[in-house]
């Protein structure tokens, strides 16, 4: 039996956000503590949920209540939030 594990996420573990700025049409430029950035465009995931607590995001001012916690985008104590992975490829999973 060869079980086949990918450490490559794994190695992002200690990977923290560590800016975070709101662009626009609910685009964020967000930095990492290692010094990569990436543009990460969170309207597709927004605007394709059928789920009325995400849909509610599509209010910018709601949408624009983020905040850094613990090294990650966080909304509304956790109602909101992505693996670091995912914000760290650029790419908003559904």
Request: glycine share 6%; net charge negative.
């Amino acid at each position: 039996m060869n079980i086949l594990v990918d450490y490559k996420e794994n190695d992002l573990r200690s990977v923290k956000v560590s800016d975070v700025k709101y662009l626009g049409d609910f685009a964020m430029r967000i930095k990492f503590d290692d010094g990569t950035e990436r543009l990460v465009d969170f309207k597709p995931f927004l605007t394709e949920s059928a789920h009325p607590s995400i849909k509610k995001y599509l209010d910018e001012k709601v949408f624009n209540t983020y905040e850094i916690v613990d090294g990650n985008l966080n909304w509304n104590d956790y109602d909101l939030i992505f693996p670091i992975w995912d914000l760290y490829q650029g790419k908003i999973k559904g």
